[in-house]
Each structure stands twice: as C-alpha cells, then as structure tokens.
C-alpha cells in the first residue's frame, strides 16, 4: 500500500528554521515526483516545492516564489524519504504542509492518482 508520513512541524518563532521528512513507503521514492503543498486558513492552497528526476541522472526541483532562497527540498533516496528546510521562517509560512507523490511536478496535487501525506502542522510565530 503507498504511503507518505510527514513530521517535522511545529512551533517555530520569525527566523527560525524547521525540517519537514515525508517517508514514502510501498513504492520507490524515484519513480515519482515528489512536492509540498501547504494550506493554510482562509487561504488557497499553495505549491511549495517539488523535485523530480524522470529520465534524468540529477534532479530538477522548483519553488514557490514567497520560498525561493529560504527553503531547500531534497531526497535520500536509501531511505526512501523528502525533505523540506526551511530557513528564515516568516508568519507568513504558517500552514499545514502537505507531501504528494504524483507523475510530474506540474500540476502537483491536482491528479486524481496523487498520493497525499496526512499533513504537518507549522505555525510561525513569537
């Protein structure tokens, strides 16, 4: 059966740093692309991030503009796990975070065969 855990959330005070883990089980961390979605309250959901190899020897990852330059996302491939860093936390990141396997980065989450983390909880605040 494939599943995502996610862990890493939490507290977290302006400026502060947080890594997000999403454990794949069930299926082989490299025959997906692999991203965070985030949500929060009364908000649209946001692509965060997301990473990818198809047919290549490296990976290709993306970000969000509002991310770009403070968060870093990444895979262990041997233990089958993503990871987003995230530096210089605003108020604004506040949301719950979401890890999705899917076929491509683009249109991350909006697959019907994407597969869903049941999300983390990160609130930025002092």
């Known amino acids: 059966q494939l599943q995502l855990v996610e862990s890493g959330g939490g507290l977290v005070q302006p400026g502060g740093s947080l890594r997000l883990s999403c454990a794949a089980s069930?299926?082989?961390?490299?025959?997906?692309?692999y991203g965070w979605l985030r949500q929060a309250p009364g908000k649209e959901r946001e692509k965060v991030s997301c990473?990818?190899?198809?047919?290549?020897?490296?990976?290709?990852?993306d970000y969000a503009d509002s991310v770009k330059g403070r968060f870093t996302i990444s895979r262990d491939n041997t233990k089958n796990t993503v990871y987003l860093q995230m530096n210089d936390l605003k108020p604004e990141d506040t949301a719950v975070y979401y890890c999705?396997?899917?076929?491509?980065?683009?249109?991350?989450?909006?697959?019907?065969?994407?597969?869903w983390g049941q999300g983390t909880q990160v609130t930025v605040s002092s």
């Open positions: 999705v396997a899917s076929d491509a980065c683009y249109d991350l989450g909006k697959r019907l065969n994407d597969h």
């Open positions: 069930g299926f082989r961390l490299d025959y997906y692309a």
């Open positions: 990473i990818s190899n198809w047919g290549s020897s490296s990976d290709t990852m």
